[in-house]
């Protein structure tokens, strides 16, 4: 156990819906990462926040967008959502602002319809 | 485009095996290189290099990064069943953007 918690654990939802994604980090780590994990993509890092501020941008689509609140946790909205949505999403967490080591959470499953 | 590959895609080795997956980047502004293990579910990092030729080490899995050719290793000796898994390296760049390559997959059969 990473001490990393996602809800909800699986997602099923339809296409053109939206919805969020939750991420707790462990205690004291003060960086969210979020990552998308699909058969045909891999692992494509999203974005990083760092004390409540963006820090890094990667392959995150328009449609979707983050945010980290003043207790640390993050959430992730997807919205418009596409059968290529689809993919395992993970949340990460790190002491600092350098991506040292991260420690992952245990993935939410989302399935578009 | 930056871009990380991985080498081997796949391999299957016999326990006790000394194995070397390897990983080349193209990637401006490069920072680091990052190792993940992936077993069943989520990553679980392994090492971070920055410098180039400092070997890293944390028991039978060692890894060394050259930032002369792009490229990177990691080393598994002694290879038990519990390392089957997927290894992943990724590229930070200053900013932070991370760039995963697809990862090898490695089996040790007993």
């Known amino acids: 156990d990473s001490g990393v918690t996602q809800t909800p654990k699986h997602l099923i939802t339809a296409t053109g819906q939206r919805v969020t994604l939750r991420c707790s980090p462990r205690?004291?780590?003060?960086?969210v990462y979020w990552y998308q994990q699909s058969l045909d993509q891999g692992l494509q890092f999203l974005i990083q926040y760092y004390n409540g501020e963006e820090r890094a941008k990667g392959n995150i689509l328009e449609r979707f967008s983050a945010q980290q609140f003043p207790d640390l946790h993050s959430e992730l909205n997807l919205s418009s959502l596409e059968l290529g949505d689809s993919a395992l999403y993970f949340c990460?967490?790190?002491?600092?602002?350098?991506?040292?080591?991260?420690?992952f959470g245990p993935g939410t499953r989302l399935t578009v319809l | 485009e930056d871009k990380v590959v991985q080498s081997p895609l796949s391999l299957v080795v016999h326990e006790g095996d000394t194995v070397t997956l390897n990983c080349s980047y193209e990637?401006?502004?490069?920072?680091?290189l990052l190792w993940y293990k992936q077993e069943k579910k989520a990553p679980t990092f392994l090492f971070m290099l920055?410098?180039?030729?400092i070997e890293k080490k944390s028991g039978r899995l060692s890894s060394i990064l050259d930032k002369k050719e792009l490229f990177s290793i990691l080393n598994i000796t002694a290879t038990q069943t519990g390392d089957s898994a997927i290894y992943l390296c990724?590229?930070?760049?200053?900013?932070?953007?991370?760039?995963f390559g697809a990862g090898t997959i490695l089996r040790v059969k007993s």
């Open positions: 920055t410098s180039s030729g």
């Open positions: 990724a590229s930070m760049e200053y900013g932070n953007k991370l760039v």
């Open positions: 990637v401006t502004n490069f920072r680091s």
């Open positions: 205690s004291g780590d003060l960086s």
């Open positions: 990460a967490s790190s002491v600092g602002n350098l991506n040292n080591e991260q420690f």
